[in-house]
């Protein structure tokens, strides 16, 4: 195991963050796997995830039985981790420019199309190897200006060249789930099956710039481009991300943080890239895929007092009941019912809202949504 510091641009005079990355067993000898947690530094089960993972693969590590590279970043956002408001912590967005940590990562294809057009060839091994360097390339030579844009670079640094990448961030209140591009799907199956995800959200270019699609979404952007072009050059895809919600923001306890680790472990067994002899059965899937365009959000049409009649996990039927909303001053109760028929995977922590506020998620399996399909 080696440890690797990464320091970040400095915002201010005397001040200084750094990220830690820690990498077990060799580079370039086989499949590469990046893990990273808590870039919204308030999704705290990812961290303590990661607490448990590191012993087992420093043991594989130590006995020789790791067949390519792992890199782990346990603390993926220091900025966010920082933040504090009255209290109270602020680590979804950077307070001086109010943008999401996981948003506004780069369009890699944009970047390199000019760079591989007409260069490629008959041999997609080769090709994915050209195109990771034109990733390469562009990465070494992008000069952040602040600290926020010195730590999106480091990430995707670390991870842009990685075959699979595992991003664990939770909701408020959930159910484990799992978001996935179409392209990555096949060969992501099965992660959820490991960590018994309840419900898969699946889309093509949900919108807003995550990490995981700006690592995935640069081979199905350039596959189409290149297919546009008239170029028949094979392109697989070179990268398959994941952003994996281990259930909600107070779900950070030791028996769920070890079955997580082992179920991640299980998985790396899986594909072998943890050679420790050990063939672990693949789980049932708990759930069929559905598309994110699916997914409702439901809101509140008023303010007031949240009581929920529906629990995280719940499958509901378009019209059941989900939420009230008490107004104390006037007495009336508001219902607020499902849309679509689906599993109820995520709600809020917050028991009262203003209009307009989010309530929950319906995973439906009709897709109705267009545009941006992530929230703030």
């Not at 420093?58 to 039985?65: F, K, L, N, V, Y």
């Not at 782990?72 to 109270?88: E, F, S, T, W, Y």
């Not at 297919?227 to 909600?248: F, H, M, N, V, Y």
């Not at 699916?294 to 008023?302: F, I, K, P």
């Amino acid at each position: 195991m080696q440890r690797k510091d990464h320091s970040l641009l400095s915002p201010s005079l005397g001040s200084q963050k750094t990220l830690t990355s820690f990498h077990y067993g060799v580079p370039g000898r086989g499949p590469k796997i990046y893990i990273q947690a808590s870039l919204h530094a308030e999704e705290l089960p990812g961290m303590l995830t990661c607490f448990h993972l590191r012993p087992l693969l420093e043991a594989a590590d130590a006995a020789g039985q790791i067949a390519g590279e792992i890199i782990v970043v346990p603390v993926a956002n220091p900025i966010g981790l920082a933040q504090r408001v009255d209290h109270k912590p602020m680590g979804r967005f950077e307070l001086d420019t109010s943008e999401n940590f996981n948003r506004h990562y780069p369009d890699l294809a944009s970047a390199v199309l000019p760079q591989i057009l007409g260069k490629l060839g008959p041999d997609a091994i080769a090709n994915v190897k050209r195109v990771r360097g034109a990733m390469a390339h562009y990465l070494q030579n992008w000069v952040p200006t602040t600290e926020l844009q010195s730590m999106r670079k480091t990430l995707a640094s670390l991870a842009f060249d990685a075959d699979t990448v595992l991003d664990l961030h939770c909701d408020c209140e959930a159910v484990m789930h799992f978001y996935c591009e179409e392209s990555c799907w096949p060969q992501l199956e099965p992660i959820a099956r490991f960590v018994g995800s309840e419900a898969i959200l699946l889309a093509k270019d949900s919108g807003g710039g995550p990490i995981d699609e700006c690592l995935s979404g640069v081979w199905w952007r350039l596959a189409d481009a290149l297919k546009a072009a008239g170029d028949k050059s094979p392109l697989p895809q070179g990268c398959c991300t994941t952003t994996i919600e281990l259930r909600g923001e107070l779900d950070v306890t030791h028996s769920l943080a070890q079955q997580d680790a082992k179920a991640i472990f299980s998985y790396l067994e899986h594909i072998g890239i943890l050679a420790t002899g050990n063939t672990p059965a693949l789980p049932e899937l708990r759930c069929k895929p559905t598309p994110l365009a699916g997914s409702e959000t439901l809101r509140a049409d008023v303010a007031g007092v949240v009581v929920f009649t529906a629990e995280p996990g719940q499958h509901l039927k378009a019209g059941d009941p989900v939420a009230e909303l008490i107004n104390p001053i006037t007495l009336e109760s508001r219902t607020v019912n499902a849309g679509v028929s689906g599993v109820f995977y995520a709600r809020i922590r917050d028991r009262y809202v203003t209009t307009g506020c989010e309530l929950g998620k319906i995973a439906g399996s009709v897709p109705f949504r267009t545009g941006s399909l992530l929230g703030n």
